[in-house]
Structure formats: C-alpha cells, structure tokens
C-alpha cells in the first residue's frame, strides 16, 4: 500500500501489487500468513523490510515503508485475537478490543498520517469480515487434550465401494466412534444412510464409465451447509482428486483444521490415465497438481515411504508417515476349511493355491499374470498350482481369455469383504501380487494376516508391506520370469519348515498392525492441527 502525491495540493491512496520484493513481503504477511497469526511471522515481516529505503508520503507526513507493512500485518493480527475473544470468551474480548486496538489506531494517527490509517483500517476490515464468516463454520477449541472431537471425513471412497481406501473409511467410522469421536461422512457414491453408525451426507456425482463403481464428487456450494451444521473440530480429507482439491481450499479459507491422507500414487496412475500423453508431461501435471494442492492442507498423512518422500520434496507441512491397520480377528489362519480347499482345487486339494486379489485393470499390471499362469501349469509336468483370481475390472475379460487354456485357473469375481472372503485367504497357501502402482497394498496385509507366504514386485509401496525373505519375495517389477522363479522356491518348499516360518512370520508381522493404533495415529494429528489454530 502506497500513498503517493498525484499532485502538489492533492494526495491520494494507490494500491499496487508489485514485483518488488519488499511489497510483496508486506502483502502476502499483511493479507495471507496472518490470517491464522503466526507471530513469528510479525517478527520476519518487519525484520525482511527493515532494509526498504522506500518513503511513503501521507498528507505531508513521512512513514518508513516497514512501519506501515508492520501496521498491515498488526491490524490483522490483533483484530484476529480480538473476535477469537469475543467468539470464546465475550468479556475479555470487549476488554481487549477497548485496551488495546483502540490506542493503536490512535497512536498510529499520530505517526502516519489519516490516508496510510485508512489503508491500514480497509485491510482491518477485511480480515474482519474474513474472520466472522468463518465463526459460522467453527467449533469452540476443545477444553483440552483428551477431549472428544468432531471429525468430519471426506472423499469418494466410501461404502459401497470396495477398495483399499474405501476399508480405511469404514474401519475410521468403527476405531473414531469408538474412542467417542463425533463424527460426518461427505461423499457422493449412492449408498447407506448410515456407515457404522455414522451419518452420511451424499453429494452429487458421477460414476466414470471405465469404473462404474467409483463416483466422482463435483464441488458445489453444498459443502458450506454441511460444513454449517456440523461444525467440525477437523477435517481428515482422504486422497486428492477434484471433491477433495476444492474442499481443501473451502477450509483453508475459512480456518477449519484439514487432515489430508495420501493413499495413491497419482504419479504412477498417470501414465494410465493419460495413456497418450508423454512421461515428462505427465510429471509436469503431478507435480503442478500437488505443489498448489498440497499447501492448503494443514497436515499430511503418507501410508508409505516412498510417497512420504514425495511429498518431503513438495514441501508439505507437518508430513508423518502412516502405518495402515489390518483386521487379524477377521482374517485368520484358523478361517481355513477343507471343504473350500477341495470346491477352489476342484477336488485337488493337494495343489497349493496362489491367491489373487483385486481389481483386474490394467493399472494393476494384470496383463503379466497369464505368462506366470502359463508358466507354472502350461508345462509337460502338469499343473503344479491351483490359481484363484478374486475380483473383478474392465481387464478380466482380456485376461480371462488368455488364459481359457491354462489348466487349474479359477475366476471368483468379486467378493464382498466378511466370512467368504476370509475363508478364501485362509485357504489358500500363497498370495501373489502383480501390482507396480500400489501406494500401500492392504490386500497383502490381509493375506499376511490370514498366514500366507506373499509374492510381489519390487516397485511402489510393495516392500513396505513385507521383508523379502523372511515373510515372502520381491520380485522385479513386470517380469514373469522372475515372478515364476520366486513362486517355484516357494511352491517347491511347501512342506517344508522354511515354508512354515515364513508363513508364521507373516502372520506375526500383521498382528503389529491394527486399525486401533493405526486411528490413535491419526487423533494425535487432528489434536495437533485443531489445537495450533
């Protein structure tokens, strides 16, 4: 903000957004940081312009510039405190406004000058109105630490869609009720009412035709009502996409606390999505998407190291690494049945069962698995394997054909999660894993937890899951060849004691993960950011 002489006789106010270092400095500390009041960064506004030789002239009075960017930003910020004041505890609120911004503005009259006050007051104002809308969507700051909060959860994977973050959801609803959270889904899938006892608001969406079972939120003014009544403590956004990209912004600008989980590697998803489009313009777009997405969340949550390192690179704030939970009451090595083993081998059950479970798309990298198929029981030996492919995709009937030849190869389609599904884990004896783009796969934790040796590529978030050796073997990333080795050491040592260990290692190892201290991972990230505001 400068004030400058159009003329001799008659001064007037000029609001310039410039290049200059300085000006800038001043406008995103006066306008932006201070919006949620860092008072470090008075301190390094006022110190980051102490070199401005710049002279402001307002009716014949002088001001250094770092005095007027120091009163932009002290405006702002006591205004801040001032209507938090009034909003939580309405008597010191009064005090202060009387005590304190009061004097200032009076002592800044004297200093420099009507016009530069005025520009001072219009920023004042502002940061107001900015401030009491926000008191609409808000809830008071718990009374302390252990309190329960208002968890509002968001996203397009929700019942009854089934996947891996669609499982993060629901066992969300069953840990945060639990430990007596108050919570609110917002989503768009058509679906229940209720999610584990959770309400659930359905927005407007569409289903793409490549996957019919997923819906695509559409950002509408609708979210502000739901925001309005609910008033959450905090935010948990799950993944990015287009819903979850505007719903960022909406709290950002009305100072709600958002939690952003990353589940999936939009790097790697890219090249399927935009199948045409040259690798260095893909990277181009990732990085542009997350670099302007990512700022506005207030914390960021990674399910794997890989992608915690991506977005160490993009400079999120508060990142932490989380571990995903398993069920290991549901899925359990005592589910396994004879009678299952027998109806899968069609009536071999003597053959080891190599397990798949998924969905059979080509992001997943399926187009490998009849070569594997093919390798292990095309040979003149026989079949050495019975292979049981759970799920279903746009893939399946490609993969299917391909592989009406190969002996012992089973199609279940796709099995809802429950006793069913777990009997099937349970009853197999390897779990085979093609998938090169998996941020974290819990379907790898599922069959670690039902005592299966596993077998998977060494790509994504694959070697997070496991220790190759110990609980099963990487292979590398699409190649049949070495995929079928891995599956032979295997398949070879099934009855032996190395079999056995790994097997019971696996086991051992998903029994450290659970969906409890998976959510007391993520309560201590809502507290950290609800408190901080």
């Known amino acids: 903000v400068r004030v400058v002489p159009r003329s001799p006789r008659q001064p007037c106010v000029q609001v310039i957004v410039m290049t200059q270092t300085r000006s800038l400095r001043i406008l995103a500390e006066g306008l932006l940081i201070e919006m949620f009041w860092q008072p470090s960064a008075l301190l390094w506004a006022i110190l980051a312009n102490m070199s401005s030789s710049n002279i402001l002239v307002a009716s014949g009075k002088v001001a250094p510039e770092p005095l007027l960017g120091a009163a932009v930003v002290m405006g702002c910020g006591l205004t801040t405190f001032s209507l938090r004041y009034i909003y939580e505890q309405p008597q010191k609120g009064l005090n202060f406004l009387v005590w304190t911004i009061a004097p200032c503005i009076l002592l800044s009259t004297q200093l420099v000058g009507i016009w530069a006050v005025l520009a ?45 973050v669609a499982v993060f959801s629901t066992h969300a609803c069953r840990q945060l009720t639990a430990m007596g959270h108050q919570m609110h889904i917002l989503t768009s899938i058509k679906g229940p009412k209720t999610i584990e006892g959770v309400p659930v608001t359905r927005h407007y969406g569409f289903s793409p035709e490549a996957c019919p079972q997923h819906s695509v939120t559409i950002p509408s003014p609708r979210i502000l009502s739901v925001l309005r009544e609910f008033r959450p403590h905090v935010v948990h956004i799950l993944d990015e996409g287009l819903f979850t990209t505007g719903l960022t912004f909406v709290c950002w600008w ?22 045409r489009a040259p690798e260095w313009l893909n990277s181009i777009l990732v990085f542009t998407l997350r670099r302007l997405f990512c700022p506005f969340a207030g914390s960021h949550l990674a399910v794997c190291e890989p992608l915690y390192d991506q977005l160490l690179s993009y400079q999120c704030r508060r990142l932490a690494l989380w571990h995903s939970g398993c069920d290991t009451v549901s899925f359990n090595p005592e589910c396994r049945s004879d ?54 995709g746009p893939a399946r009937e490609g993969i299917q054909a391909r592989s009406v030849d190969i002996p012992h190869v089973t199609y279940l389609g796709f099995v809802r999660q429950g006793p069913a599904l777990a009997t099937i884990y349970a009853s197999a004896d390897v779990f085979l894993t093609t998938c090169t783009t998996e941020a974290f796969a819990l379907v790898i934790l599922e069959g ?86």
């Open 120 to 164: 001072v007051a219009a920023c004042v104002v502002l940061r107001a109105a900015h401030y009491a809308s926000c008191l609409l969507f808000m809830s008071p700051t718990p009374e302390s630490m252990d309190a329960p909060l208002r968890i509002l959860m968001a996203g397009d994977a929700f019942e009854p869609k089934v996947d891996g």
């Open 339 to 392: 009678e299952k083993r027998h109806e899968l081998t069609g009536g071999r059950p003597e053959l080891p069962i190599v397990l798949y479970v998924g969905r059979i798309a080509a992001e997943k990298d399926v187009d490998i698995l009849p070569d594997i198929m093919r390798e292990i029981n095309g040979g003149p030996d026989g079949p050495r394997a019975q292979f049981v492919i759970v799920g279903d």
């Open 448 to 533: 670690m937890a039902s005592g299966l040796s596993i077998v998977g590529p060494n790509a994504a978030g694959v070697p997070d899951a496991f220790e190759s050796g110990v609980e099963g073997f990487l292979y590398k990333a699409r190649d049949p060849k070495d995929a079928v080795a891995k599956l032979n050491h295997i398949l070879e040592d099934d009855c032996t004691s190395s079999s056995f260990r790994m097997r019971t290692a696996a086991r051992k190892r998903a029994m450290r993960q659970s969906w409890r201290a998976s959510y007391e991972q993520a309560v201590e990230a809502y507290r950290r950011e609800v408190f901080d505001y």
């Open 254 to 275: 009305f100072n709600i606390p958002a939690v952003l989980s990353h589940h999936t590697r939009v790097d790697l998803y890219a090249r399927y999505v935009l199948p």
